[in-house]
């Protein structure tokens, strides 16, 4: 146990006055990295500057961590494959409240903060909003005073960067370490092994009804820690956010070189190297490589062992593990925490098979982001059990064990048998992750209240008619200071003026707006805002892609991955009908529409690469047409991530959110966007329902098919060809598409992706057309009516605050977690 050694002398709390912020940057500067501040680069003052962050940020970070302590409180423990944080200054120095003084330290110095700002890389750890969700809440449990740890792997390269040539995709490694990372500090002394392969071996007490087995791995490296802190709103608690890197095991390597065996030790090395790497750039479907498993397995593991440790230090007893730690596995990527909790209870704490379980179940919770059925994580048993062979055998274990109930105490049949299997048996023997989790977990939920409903109703039926209080729902939520006051200071300081400052603290409290959203004075000033807002965006695409853009154009603006069920190809097609349109009839009133799109598509996904061509070749096309000047521009903007997303939510007038009923879980780019103003143009999906909920039907563009009638499609009598043939917008955009009109080079580079549409329209594309057509005319009648369409906007900003991520925490504390905050 650790005492208290309160005869330490105290470290005194850093001054925050501009005058000594400045003077220790240039003492940092000096000392810390040899600097002459006369000669130094941008890249040396924004290490200075986040090194004097720093030292505010550790007085809180210790005392946090302390205060856990002493009070014997429970802990959180959010373990993710991906941290999507972005950029960390700006986010630290306003959560700490030290904006202004920061500014003027620095400007004494003769340096903008602005600009060292943008040279901090983008910490892109993650694919999209699943990773996005992990940082908004680290963040948010940091804010509401939740003690947690988020757990993670230190990918030396994040994200792949995008770059587009020639309207393609290109793929480039992001080195986000390339200066180095001075949030983070290296924990040696938090180290583990973390073995793979070779062979399990019974226990000298074997046969006498001990579980417990012998692991003899045939490969071993070693976890080490990278913590870096998180500030929370007004810097009140510090978090940690734990990374791991992978190395090989020193004293080996060394015996295999002093033995000659140089090439040997090598290849080990180079092992543990790319264990850390690459962070798989798939979001919706799965990576099938065997160095998937590794990297979940290594950073489970590691995670478990510490968690174990740490509760054996201060509390003693493992069995009392449920009442101090809460473990959340965010997606199935961390499910094999399940068996590894399992195999370090009872192999190595000593406990029986049932106690393990005991243990284990009350402790985990798991979180589905996914209904499709190519992302539900399965492992060929052949694999698993060869990289994992003890875990291998307590699945089994854990399996027999789930069987049996389902037959003697729920009587269930061979089918719902099947279906509840940890293995599938259909085909190849597979281990299947999502009913791994679900079994380990005490609590199961899904993102927004439609997908948990279809939760229910598909993948997990019967796991569902077995545990029926199990599934639960919890909204996402984003967090307002990164997505409302420090993207958007501008509104936030007009929101502050107008209603006071009560919002800052509780989001909910934006419904005082309401009652300014047809103040024709408010109108004004919230217009000048969002045009000042589109003019940073525009200036931004004439210096990265030399465009001119017009502000006062309507934004309207996709942002997200790019998936076939996300349908940016509805949105593609609508903007030829559109640009047809405007050439037939270009007497018409058309209201000037710029369309921005921004995404990755992963590198193996053909029909997503090809369709961020399409954008492009489309765009060309339009852009360069002088019958359309100034009514209609396509942008493709590359290397969408979290720094570019701070710059497009909050310039959007019009928010894209159109993926196929029932296939989004929830997204969170949606309440973005409406957070900053914008309207929604979307179908009922995800947390769409709930936004729409919130923010009134008038105040949001609705259209399309329900998930409800998306599944009676599928199930027959959908013929999406008689659709195109009744609609001469859609006849005429998908043939000009699929001749070749935006493809002169290659006139046939979009047949398939048309013929898609033609023969089975899996996404629905065609049968949603016309509703999303007229929606958008219906947007434009809207845009034409300026105190509306603000009446409408500024509703939206009034009523979204209860998508906080702090809301979403708070549930998640008091119902999942046992923690009230
Ligand atoms: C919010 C966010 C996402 C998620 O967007 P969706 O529209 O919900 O898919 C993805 N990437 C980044 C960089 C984000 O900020």
């Not at 903008?112 to 809440?137: K, S, T, V, W």
């Not at 936004?691 to 027959?716: C, P, S, Y």
């Not at 105190?787 to 998640?812: C, E, H, L, M």
């Amino acid at each position: 146990m650790i005492k208290a050694v309160s005869t330490l002398p105290k470290p005194t709390p850093r001054a925050t006055d501009p005058a000594v912020l400045a003077a220790e940057i240039v003492e940092r500067l000096t000392y810390r990295s040899g600097k002459n501040a006369a000669a130094a680069k941008p890249h040396d003052w924004l290490a200075a500057v986040i090194n004097v962050i720093r030292d505010r940020i550790i007085d809180r970070w210790i005392a946090s961590t302390q205060e856990t302590y002493d009070e014997g409180g429970k802990r959180v423990y959010y373990l993710s494959l991906e941290f999507l944080i972005g950029r960390l200054m700006r986010d630290a120095v306003s959560n700490l409240g030290l904006m202004d003084e920061m500014r003027q330290a620095l400007a004494s110095l003769g340096v903008q903060l602005d600009l060292i700002r943008e040279l901090e890389p983008d910490a892109a750890l993650g694919n999209g909003g699943l990773g996005r969700l992990a940082a908004c809440f680290m963040e948010s449990m940091a804010t509401v005073d939740v003690p947690a740890y988020g757990y993670g792997i230190r990918y030396v390269n994040g994200m792949f960067r995008q770059e587009i040539h020639d309207g393609w995709q290109v793929e480039l490694p992001e080195t986000w370490l390339a200066h180095g990372n001075p949030w983070e500090f290296e924990r040696r002394e938090s180290s583990y092994e973390i073995g793979f392969g070779g062979t399990v071996e019974p226990t000298a007490a074997d046969g006498s009804g001990d579980d417990a087995r012998i692991w003899k791995p045939g490969e071993r490296l070693i976890a080490t820690a990278y913590d870096t802190p998180v500030v929370g709103w007004r810097a009140e608690r510090v978090n940690t956010l734990r990374l791991w890197t992978a190395t090989p095991i020193d004293p080996i390597l060394l015996d295999r070189f002093n033995a000659g065996d140089h090439l040997g030790a090598l290849a080990e090395s180079n092992k543990a190297d790319s264990l850390a790497r690459v962070l798989y750039p798939a979001d919706s479907n799965p990576a099938g490589q065997e160095l998937r498993l590794r990297q979940e397995y290594f950073f489970s593991s590691a995670s478990l062992q510490d968690i174990v440790r740490r509760h054996i230090q201060y509390f003693g007893d493992i069995r009392t593990l449920p009442e101090k730690a809460a473990i959340q596995l965010n997606d199935t990527h961390p499910a094999v925490s399940i068996a590894e909790m399992m195999r370090l209870l009872i192999d190595e704490h000593d406990l029986s098979f049932d106690e393990a379980w005991a243990v284990t179940q009350p402790t985990f919770g798991y979180t589905n982001h996914t209904l499709l059925p190519e992302a539900l994580e399965t492992w060929p048993v052949p694999l698993f059990e060869r990289l994992l062979p003890r875990h291998m055998q307590l699945v089994y274990a854990i399996n027999a064990k789930l069987l049996i109930q389902a037959r003697r105490e729920k009587n269930m049949d061979d089918r719902a048998i099947a279906a509840i299997s940890l293995i599938d048996e259909t085909g190849e023997r597979r281990v299947r992750m999502a009913n791994l989790a679900f079994a380990g977990s005490h609590s199961v939920n899904g993102v927004a209240a439609l997908h948990t409903e279809l939760m229910k109703q598909t993948v997990f039926a019967d796991l569902h008619r077995m545990f029926p209080e199990r599934i639960n729902n919890k909204t996402n939520g984003v967090t307002p200071r990164r997505w409302l006051q420090q993207c958007n200071p501008e509104l936030t300081g007009l929101l502050r003026e107008t209603i006071g400052d009560t919002f800052l603290d509780d989001t909910e409290a934006l419904s005082a707006l309401d009652a300014f959203a047809d103040d024709s004075a408010f109108q004004a000033k919230f217009k000048a805002v969002k045009l000042a807002k589109k003019a940073a965006l525009s200036n931004l695409l004439r210096e990265r892609m030399g465009l001119k853009i017009d502000p006062t154009a309507l934004f309207d603006i996709q942002i997200k991955r790019i998936h076939e069920y996300k349908r940016q190809l509805l949105n593609i097609i609508e903007a030829v009908a559109l640009y047809d349109q405007i050439r037939s009839h270009p007497e018409k009133d058309w209201q000037p529409r710029v369309k921005l799109f921004g995404g990755k598509a992963a590198p193996s996904y053909h029909n997503a690469k090809l369709i961020i061509k399409l954008a492009n070749d489309v765009a060309r096309v339009i852009n360069h047409d002088p019958a359309v000047q100034g009514l209609l521009k396509i942008v493709f903007v590359p290397n969408y991530n979290v720094s570019l997303a701070e710059v497009m939510m909050p310039a959007a007038d019009l928010s894209e959110q159109i993926s196929t009923a029932g296939m989004e879980a929830s997204g969170t780019g949606n309440m973005k966007f409406a957070l900053n103003g914008a309207l929604t143009i979307g179908t009922l999906d995800g947390a769409n329902i709930e936004i729409k909920d919130h923010v009134g039907d008038q105040n949001i563009m609705i259209f399309g098919l329900t998930a409800e009638e998306v599944a009676a499609k599928r199930a027959g009598g959908y013929n999406p060809r008689e659709t195109i043939e009744g609609s001469r917008e859609l006849s005429q955009a998908l043939s000009a598409i699929a001749s070749g009109v935006f493809s002169p080079d290659d006139r046939d580079r979009y047949r398939a992706l048309t013929d898609g549409i033609y023969d089975h329209d899996w996404f629905m594309v065609a049968a949603d057309f016309e509703a999303y057509h007229t929606a958008q005319r219906a947007v434009d009648a809207l845009w034409a009516d300026e105190p509306a369409w603000y009446s409408k906007t500024v509703r939206n900003t009034a009523r979204v605050g209860w998508f906080s991520s702090d809301r979403t925490i708070r549930q998640y504390a008091s119902e999942i977690w046992g923690i009230l905050p």
